[in-house]
C-alpha cells in the first residue's frame, strides 16, 4: 500500500484542493491519501471560514482517504512550526510513503538547497548566513524580511527573491526543513500551482482560490456555482458558516481589556514581541469600533506584518503561551493526533497506524474524558483544543441562533 500526505487548511475547500488530491496521488502513484487538516483555526491568525467538521466531510467526498487534525497551537503559528507540527504527525503515522505539496516554483531541487542552508543555519549559530540576517534586522527588517534578503546575498541564483517572497514556496521550504530535521523517510513531491495565485480574489478562477472563494460567497450571483461543487455548501450556508474573524469582535475586546487591565506581560502569549504588546497596549481602546481588521491595520508597522498580529491576538484569545509551545517541542512536538474523518474503504489506514506509531489516537472525544493515556502537556494542550472549539461553536450558535452539537457530542465522519 502506497500513502501520500497532504497538508490542507481547505479554508474552505475548491477546485485547486481536489485538483491536489488527484494529481498528488498520481505523481506519487498511491492509493490513499492521509490528509493533516487545521481545525477552527488557521495559519494567517482567523478562525475558519467554515468548521473542521463541514470541511472535513467535503474533502472525503472528494478525494480524501483519512482526515487528521494539525493541532491548535501549530494551525495558528508561523509556517516554520504550521509545517513541523503537521510533517511531525505524518512522520509519526508510520503509514505516509510521501509528501506533495504546491509551490509556484517547479525547482524543487533549488528549494531543497535553501531548505538545507536554512537547517544548517538554525543547527549552527555560526552560520554566514546568520550575519546577514543579523545585518538586516538591526537595520529594521522583520525575521522575514531580514531571511530573504540574506539568502538573496548567499545564494547566486536570480530567481532567489521572487521563489521566497511567494507564500507556497515558503511553506513548501519549511516543509522540506522539516523532513530534514526529523530525518524522515518520507518522499518530497512538487505540484507546481498554476491556477489562481494564493492571493488571488478574482471572480474568473474563484473556485480555485480560497480567497477568491470566500469572495464568491458575498455576490450573490456566484452562490448557485457554489453550491453544486458539493451540497454541504448550500445545506449550511447561513447555518454554520460563513464565520469571520469580526465575529469574535467581542470576545477578543473583552480579553484585550481583562489582560490589560490586570497588568498582564503580553509578551508571555505566542506571538507577540515587546514592540506589538506596546502597540495592543497604546491601542486596545480602539478596538471597540474599528474590530479586528481594522484593529490590526492600526497595529501594522514595516517589521510588524498583518498576520504576525493576527497570530498574536489570536495567541491572547486561546490563551497560548510561548512557554506551553516550548514544552510542546521540547516533547517530541505532536504525541497525539485527532481524527476528523475517513472513508469506510481506507480504514484499514487506522489499523496500520495504530499498529506502527506511538500516537494517541483519538477518535470520539467524548471517550478521553475519563481516559489517563494523555497526561501532563498533551492532555493541556488537547483541553485548549477543546475551549477554543467551544468557543467557536458559541460564536456560530450566536450568530445564526442555532444549536449544533458540542464537541463531546461530535461524531467521526465516515463516508
Not at 6 to 31: C, D, M, Q, S
Not at 250 to 258: F, G, M, S, W
Not at 397 to 408: M, T, W
Request: hydrophobic fraction near 35%; proline fraction near 2%; glycine fraction near 4%.
Amino acid at each position: 500500500m502506497n500513502v501520500v500526505g497532504l497538508i490542507t487548511e481547505y479554508n474552505p475547500f475548491h477546485k485547486g484542493h481536489e485538483y491536489h488530491i488527484t494529481k498528488a496521488k498520481e505523481l506519487t502513484g498511491a492509493n490513499h491519501a492521509v490528509v493533516i487538516m487545521s481545525g477552527n483555526y488557521v495559519q494567517r491568525g482567523t478562525p475558519a471560514f467554515m468548521n473542521k467538521h463541514d470541511r472535513t466531510e467535503i474533502a472525503l467526498k472528494h478525494g480524501a482517504d483519512l482526515v487528521l487534525e494539525l493541532p491548535l497551537p501549530f494551525s495558528c503559528s508561523s509556517a516554520e512550526y504550521f509545517a513541523l507540527a503537521a510533517v511531525s504527525v505524518l512522520h509519526k503515522t508510520g503509514i505516509v510513503d510521501s509528501i506533495c505539496f504546491g509551490a509556484e516554483t517547479d525547482d524543487l531541487d533549488l528549494l531543497k538547497k535553501i531548505a538545507y542552508i536554512l537547517t544548517d543555519a538554525k543547527n549552527t549559530s555560526t552560520h554566514p548566513i546568520n550575519h546577514f540576517i543579523k545585518k538586516y534586522i538591526k537595520n529594521g527588517a522583520s525575521y522575514a524580511s531580514a531571511r530573504a534578503m540574506a539568502l538573496c546575498e548567499f545564494i547566486d541564483n536570480e530567481d532567489i527573491k521572487s521563489i521566497i517572497e511567494q507564500p507556497n514556496n515558503i511553506l513548501a521550504i519549511e516543509y522540506l526543513k522539516s523532513l530534514t530535521m526529523l530525518n524522515s523517510h518520507i518522499k518530497p513531491f512538487l505540484l507546481k500551482r498554476t491556477i489562481s495565485s494564493y492571493h488571488d480574489i478574482s471572480t474568473n478562477d474563484y473556485m480555485y482560490s480560497a480567497s477568491s472563494l470566500r469572495k464568491g460567497f458575498t455576490e450573490e450571483q456566484y452562490l448557485e456555482t457554489i453550491f453544486s461543487f458539493d451540497d454541504i455548501y448550500k445545506k449550511n450556508y447561513n447555518f454554520s458558516y460563513p464565520i469571520a474573524e469580526n465575529d469574535f469582535d467581542y470576545i477578543v475586546a473583552a480579553k484585550l481589556t481583562e489582560k490589560i487591565h490586570s497588568d498582564t506581560n503580553l509578551t508571555i502569549y505566542n506571538n507577540i514581541d515587546e514592540q506589538l504588546a506596546n502597540r495592543i497596549i497604546n491601542n486596545y481602546k480602539e478596538y471597540g469600533y474599528k474590530g479586528f481588521n481594522e484593529f490590526c491595520m492600526t497595529l501594522k508597522s514595516k517589521n510588524l506584518a498583518y498576520t504576525s498580529i493576527c497570530r498574536g491576538l489570536l495567541a491572547i484569545l486561546l490563551d497560548i503561551k510561548k512557554s506551553d509551545m516550548n514544552e510542546y517541542l521540547n516533547n517530541n512536538i505532536c504525541n497525539f493526533v485527532k481524527i476528523l474523518g475517513f472513508n469506510k474503504s481506507a480504514s484499514k489506514l487506522l489499523n496500520q497506524i495504530k499498529n506502527k506509531s506511538n500516537l494517541t489516537i483519538i477518535g470520539q472525544l467524548s471517550e478521553m474524558q475519563n481516559d489517563d493515556t494523555l497526561n501532563g502537556i498533551d492532555r493541556m494542550m488537547l483541553n485548549k483544543s477543546i475551549y477554543a472549539d467551544e468557543l467557536y461553536n458559541s460564536v456560530v450558535r450566536l450568530k445564526y441562533s442555532n444549536d449544533i452539537p458540542n464537541e463531546y457530542r461530535r461524531k467521526l465522519i465516515v463516508k
